[in-house]
Nanobody
Framework: VQLQASGGGLVQPGGSLRLSCAAS????????IAWFRQVPGKEREGLSC????????YYAESAKGRFTVSRDNGKNTVYLQMNSLKPEDTAVYLC?????????????????WGQGTLVTVSS
């Protein structure tokens, strides 16, 4: 199983970005993909997740209202649409996957991780 995250970059406060996480090597539809972010010196933060089979989603409080997770099963790709970005959203954003029913933003539940994509929110 491999994950490729992309879509990060520099954006002004209030702007938007859409991150992509392309998965390969999945052997069934019963996988979930989750988004996390990491800031140096801080714990990895779970943001949102989606189950590839039923499309069930979950959002952490920090992601509710501004972030939207979606999937394209035909491409085995999950997206994270981020709106109204703030400087405190600056981080490396990572996606992770594993076999499960439903989804979770608990990092220990995932064995497969992408390399991360840097999002910088600054004027």
């Amino acid at each position: 199983v491999q994950l490729q995250a992309s879509g990060g970059g520099l954006v002004q406060p209030g702007g938007s970005l859409r991150l992509s996480c392309a998965a390969s090597g999945l052997d069934s539809e019963y996988y979930a993909i989750a988004w996390f972010r990491q800031v140096p010196g801080k714990e990895r933060e779970g943001l949102s997740c989606i189950s590839l089979s039923g499309g069930r989603t979950y959002y952490a409080e920090s992601a509710k209202g501004r972030f939207t997770v979606s999937r394209d099963n035909g491409k085995n790709t999950v997206y994270l649409q981020m709106n109204s970005l703030k400087p405190e959203d600056t981080a490396v954003y990572l996606c992770a996957t594993d076999r499960m029913v439903g989804c979770t933003v608990v990092a220990d539940a995932y064995d497969y991780w992408g390399q991360g994509t840097l999002v910088t929110v600054s004027s």
